[in-house]
C-alpha cells in the first residue's frame, strides 16, 4: 500500500459521508483509509456499519474525545502506507488529489527530508452571523492565500522568524510514514495549535517543504470565526506556556510571551498592562464588536480584534498560574552577536563598509568593558544561562591580521572570540574577494590557527571556498559545508560547532545541508538581537570602520542602526 489517507471525525457524519463518496473519485487507487472518530458519535458508528467503499477503510473509535493532534497520531500509527495524507471530514478533495502529492514526493528523491502541502479553497456553507463574523473569516481567507497563493510557486527560501510564523503542516499535507514517526507526529497535548507546533519541527529538523497549488481541496466552514479565534486565542495562551516550559520550544511562534521584556517601549507596556489586566481589554474589545456590527467599520474591527487577542491570549498564560517572575525569567536575555571582518585600517571608503581599524575596535573593546559586558565564548552561548550583559564576539574570513591584532588583546579584555575559517584557503589569500575587485590580503595559517585555539579562541566553518552556497546544487552544497567541518576538525582536533553563511546567503535548503552536516548554530548577517531565534539562523551586529561608539551604544540599545537608516533614507532621496 503506498498511501493512507488519515482522516479524523466527530460527529459530523454527513460531511465525512461526503468526504467518502468523493475519494472513490481519485485518479489513483493504490491508497487506504484510516478514519478515526474522536469520541462517542452514534451517527458515525452507524456510517461504519454501513457504508461500503471502494477501496480498504478501517475505523477506529477513541472512546472520549482527545483533540485533533491525537487522533491523527492514532490515524498514522494504524497506517500501512508509505505516504500519509491528512485530511478532514469537512472537506472535497480534488479526484487528482493524490497524483498531485505524489508527483510532488517522487520530484525530490536526491533530498529525502520533505513534505509536501496542497492548497485549501474556503467554500463556506453558512451564512455569516454578524460583521465581525464575516470579517474574521475574510481575515483567515486572507492568510491562507498569503501562505497559499493559488497562482505562483510561493517564496519557500525564507528563513526565520518568518518561517517560523508561517510553518504548519496538516490538512491536505503529505509526508512518509517513516518520518513522521521518527518526528513523533503531533503533540497530543496541543488542542489548538498543533498544525504549527508541528509545522515548526518539520522547519527546525530540516525537512523541506514542497507546494503542489494544485492538490486541491475545499474546505466547507461553517463555524461562527468571530467566537472560534477567540477560543483558540485563550488556548494559544496556555498552550504557549506548556511549549516553552515543557518542552523547551522557544521560538517565533510562541515569542509573544517575550514581549513584557521586549526592548520596544510600546510593546512591553501594552503587552504589561494585557498581563495585569486580561479582562480590560476584553471589556474595551466588546464595545468595538458593537460598532463593527453596527457600522461594518473595518477599523472598528481592527481593534475589537487586537484587543480580544490580547486579552484572551494572556488570559490563557495566567490561567496556567505561571507568575510575572517566571515569565521573566522564561524569556531570558537579548543575547546580542557581535560580527567582525578585518582588524586593520581601510585604504578606501569600500574596505570601510567592512574593515575595522585597530584603533576604533579597542576603543570598542574598552567601551564594552566600561558598560560591563561580559564576553560569551560559543560554548556558553549554546549552554543558553549567559548572563543579561553579555556579547559574543564573531570574526569571519580569518584574515591574517586577527593573529596581530586580536590575539594580543583576548587576555587583556577576557574575550571569546568566534572565528569563521575558510577551510580550502587557509594559509591563502581572499580569493572570493579578489574575484570583486578588492585587493589581494593574507589569511591565517594552520600554525596561526593552532595557536589562536591554545589561546582560547574557537574556530568555525566558513564554507571551504567561499561560494554563494544558494545556487550550489545539492551535492556540491553538501560537500560545501560537510567537507569544510570535517577539514577543520582534523585541524584542530576539536569539534566545530558553528558556521557562517558566505555573504549570509541563505535560504531553506542550505539551513537544512548546514543542520544535516552536524553544526549546532549557524549566524546569518541580519541585524537584529538573538532571544528566541532559531540556532541556525542567529542575527549578528555588523560592526565596520564606519561605526562611531555611539552607534555601537545604540545597536546594543534598540537593536537598529540609526546612523545606517538615516544614511540610507538621505541616499534614496538623492
Known sequence: MKWTIVIPTWQRA??????????????????????????DDTETRGISESQECSFPTRWIFHPNNLGLAAARNTGAQAARGHYLLFLDDDVIPS?????????NHSESPDWPRSFVFGRIIEDRQTPFVSKTDEFMQQAWEQSLGTA?????????SSIGEEAERSAWFGLNCSISRELFEQLEGFDPRMRSDEEMEFGLRLYRNGVLARYAPAAIVRHRGSKDMSEYYPRCWRLSGKLDVHRALDRDQRCAQNSQLTEVNSEGAVRRAIANVAWSSPELMLSLSQGARRVTDLSGSRTAFGV?????????YWRGVRATGITREKLAAVSGPRRPI??????????????????????????????????????????EWLGGAVPERSVLLTFDDAYDDLYTELLPLASEFKLKPLIFVVADLIGKTNEWDQRQGLRKRSLLTSDQLREMQRAG??????????????SLSNSALLQEV????????????SSVEWFAYPFGDVDRRVRAAVLEAGYKAAVTTNAGFNRWH??????????DDRDWLLDVALKLATGRSYRRSVSARLSRMG
Open 534 to 543: 532559531d540556532p541556525m539562523t542567529l542575527n549578528r551586529f555588523e560592526i
Open 457 to 470: 579562541v574557537t574556530f568555525g566553518s566558513h564554507s571551504l571556498t567561499h561560494p554563494l552556497l544558494t
Open 338 to 379: 557581535l560580527m567582525f571582518h578585518s582588524i586593520s585600517k581601510p585604504q578606501d571608503d569600500r574596505e570601510a563598509t567592512y574593515y575595522t581599524s585597530p584603533r576604533s575596535f579597542q576603543r570598542i573593546l574598552s567601551w564594552l568593558r566600561l558598560r560591563n559586558y561580559h564576553h560569551v565564548g560559543p560554548t
Open 148 to 156: 497559499l497563493p493559488a497562482g505562483e510557486y510561493p517564496n519557500l
Open 95 to 103: 479526484s487528482d488529489l493524490i497524483s498531485r502529492h505524489e508527483a
Open 482 to 493: 560537510k567537507d569544510s567541518k570535517a577539514k577543520l576538525e582534523d585541524l584542530l582536533g
Open 304 to 312: 475589537w480584534a487586537r484587543l480580544r487577542h490580547l486579552g484572551e
Open 14 to 39: 454527513e460531511m465525512l459521508r461526503a468526504l467518502l463518496c468523493e475519494l472513490v473519485k481519485q485518479t489513483v487507487h493504490d491508497f487506504e483509509t484510516v478514519i478515526v472518530c474522536d469520541g
